[in-house]
């Protein structure tokens, strides 16, 4: 059973390929994406790691707030260290933190939607106040507060943005289950002897597929810019580097004042960029999901 | 003939509803031999598609059925939830009314054709599973390549024939057609009618066959049975009961389809006023009373039980 399952997998992987090429936004958003993640992955080959040590840069003999023009590709900021250093290293961290926390909202908001809206009866009335109760607590104090007891370091950081932004995913995944369960073929399903568990993964799942990915294509802009404004109110992990610290620091020290654009702008443009990609090539991905938008292209 | 395929005695399906209990089906008996085909027929809400999915038990929770139903020596109302899994599909299969809905639109046609064998582990492989769908499509008369295709690039009379092949997937010995032919235009309607008995007839399928349409009736099925707010009210061989129906329902049934060339009846359409009971509130006595053109005094004391009318024949009504 197997051999042809992943068959079919391949070939379904090729044709959402082909499908996916032949959409200029997606494209677009991917080139932009891949371009970001190559410089996450590579950059100790871009920048010294060292540059970002203030104790490093002053050995160095940087200048303090030089412009692009006087150091490096980008500048120095208020301890000397280099903005191109902080600009790569940080994209590490805001991709990291950002795609993770989303795996971890869309597979909580996805478990509990599909449970709730499934089963139904008493398991839903209890996961759906739970999931109410989650969506009623304001999200920034929930955020600050659960940041700043659990410690300040990059899986806590995570954790923090999964745990408080699933529950609109599961209100919305409930939803779609709940007019997919109502369908004539899951009755069929049923009739012809599947269980449960077949019924959801093979009738269930992939009719609210396009919506997962959908809400996933929203969930990492919200996450990276979670993220950062978790680092910009002084709550990301001190020891990495990531945008929205360099945001942060750049806005305490007087950046702004200073005019040095050098230092902040490249990470703003970072944030857009990204957060811009992922929506173009969320859009794309579910057009392809749904055979029917696919066709009307 | 040792044991009928399908036997069922004192059905009674009753919905719990908010505005109280509706009883949909009351006391409905019959044998189906094994390769034997019965027909089905009755108004909206006479009980029809409700009869259809007790027989699998495919009521939604809370409805309440008794009686006895037994399906190719099975017990189906005392079956544990796994054997029930496994007597669906391959016991019985059933081709839904709604070809469109009925099939799940992000799936390929030639995958949902394979998920009974899936579901039952029947075929040995998964190069096996697909040439077995390849050959089902032919079967029923569409090209292999459609086995690619999603159901919202069919046309209903190929979304029906779909579903028909996927009803054979696991050789089922009953095949439970409900309402098969609606809002398919009358050709494909044909198309679909010969293909079911040319199926049966090859695969020695019994067949259940239900439809308000009774000339669609009396082409596909050997017997008649037509029901009435929740009861058989006649029974017997289809052609027989179309011709002389004894229960006025049947007779009305039966009159309006005009005959071709008859241009009385073709001026004169005699069809039936009123509208059928509704099953929470039936009126005493014969339920058809109200809207009978015979109806008379002995009609209201009880509600008649079906007795034998002629040679493999019954009808429930006081004048037979």
């Known amino acids: 059973m197997t051999s042809l399952a ?10 959402v390929w082909k499908q996916f090429r032949s959409s200029r936004s997606g494209m677009i958003g991917l080139g932009v994406l891949l371009l970001f993640v190559l410089m996450a992955l590579a950059a100790p080959l871009l920048a010294d790691a060292r540059e970002l040590n203030p104790v490093y840069a002053r050995a160095q003999g940087n200048p303090q707030w030089a412009p692009p023009s006087e150091f490096g590709p980008l500048g120095t900021d208020y301890i000397r260290r280099s903005a191109w250093a902080q ?24 478990v509990i939607g599909i449970i709730a809206g499934f089963v139904g009866g008493k398991p839903d009335a ?35 943005i999964g745990i408080t932004s ?15 369960k109502q369908r004539l073929f899951v009755d069929r399903a049923r009739s012809l002897g599947a269980s449960g568990r077949h019924i959801v993964g093979q009738h269930i799942l992939p009719n609210v597929m396009g919506l997962i990915l959908a809400n996933a294509t929203l969930a990492v802009p919200i996450s990276i810019l979670t993220e950062t404004t978790l680092a910009f109110l002084g709550l990301g992990d001190p020891s990495a580097a990531s945008w929205g610290k360099t945001l942060e620091e750049a806005f305490v020290n007087g950046a702004m004042v200073r005019n040095a654009w050098w230092y902040f702008v490249p990470a703003g443009l970072g944030i857009l960029a990204v957060v811009l990609a992922f929506t173009l090539i969320g859009r794309t991905l579910e057009e392809i999901a749904n055979p029917r938008l696919s066709r009307a292209r | 003939m040792s044991e009928p395929m399908l036997s069922v005695r004192d059905l009674e399906v009753t919905y719990h509803g908010h505005g109280g209990h509706v009883p949909a089906v009351r006391g409905v008996s019959f044998d189906l031999e094994k390769g034997d085909s019965l027909g089905l027929a009755g108004e909206s809400g006479c009980g029809k598609s409700t009869l259809a999915n007790a027989l699998l038990r495919l009521l939604p929770a809370g409805t309440e059925v008794s009686g006895q139903i037994i399906l190719d020596g099975k017990d189906v109302l005392n079956l544990t939830p796994g054997g029930l899994r496994a007597a669906r599909w391959t016991s019985g299969a059933i081709i839904f009314q709604g070809a469109l809905h009925a099939l799940n639109p992000v799936q390929t046609v030639g995958e949902q054709i394979a998920e009974p064998m899936l579901v039952h582990q029947t075929a040995a492989s998964d190069s096996a599973a697909r040439e077995r769908v390849v050959e089902l499509l032919r079967r029923v008369g569409l090209p292999a390549a459609r086995a690619d295709s999603y159901p919202h690039q069919l046309s209903g009379g190929q979304r029906q024939r779909v579903l028909i092949a996927m ?11 409900d309402e098969p032919t609606t809002a398919l235009d009358l050709m494909v309607q044909a198309q679909v009618l010969d293909l079911l008995h040319d199926l049966k007839e090859e695969r020695d399928l019994t067949l259940m066959f239900i439809t308000h349409d009774l000339s669609v009736l009396t082409y596909a099925c050997r017997r008649l049975a037509v029901m009435y707010a929740g009861r058989i009210v006649e029974e017997g061989p ?9 229960h006025p329902y049947t007779r009305a049934l039966a009159a309006a389809f005009p005959t071709i060339g008859d241009e009385a009846s073709r001026m004169a ?13 039936l009126p005493q006595g014969c339920p ?5 053109p015979l109806a008379h005094d002995a009609c209201l004391p009880a509600e008649p039980d079906l007795r034998s009318s002629g040679l493999e024949r019954s009808a429930a009504c006081v004048l037979v």
């Open chain 1, 126 to 160: 209890v996961l759906m106040r739970i999931t109410e109760w989650f969506l009623v607590v304001p999200f920034l104090p929930l955020a600050i507060v659960l940041a700043s007891v659990l410690g300040r370091n990059v899986w806590n950081i995570i954790f923090v």
């Open chain 2, 167 to 177: 009803a054979l997937a696991c050789d089922p010995l009953l095949l439970i057609a």
């Open chain 1, 166 to 180: 699933w529950p609109s995913t599961a209100r919305l995944i409930r939803a779609q289950v709940l007019t997919v």
């Open chain 1, 87 to 110: 600009f790569v290293w940080g994209s590490r961290i805001s991709l990291f933190v950002g795609l993770a926390a989303t795996v971890l909202t869309i597979l909580i908001g996805s």
């Open chain 1, 6 to 15: 992943m068959q079919r997998r391949r070939a379904t992987a090729g044709r």
């Open chain 2, 288 to 292: 058809f009373h109200p809207r009978c």
């Open chain 2, 238 to 246: 289809a052609w027989d009961v179309f011709e002389n129906a004894s």
């Open chain 2, 269 to 281: 359409p005699s069809g039936l006023g009123g509208d059928p009971p509704t099953p929470d509130n």
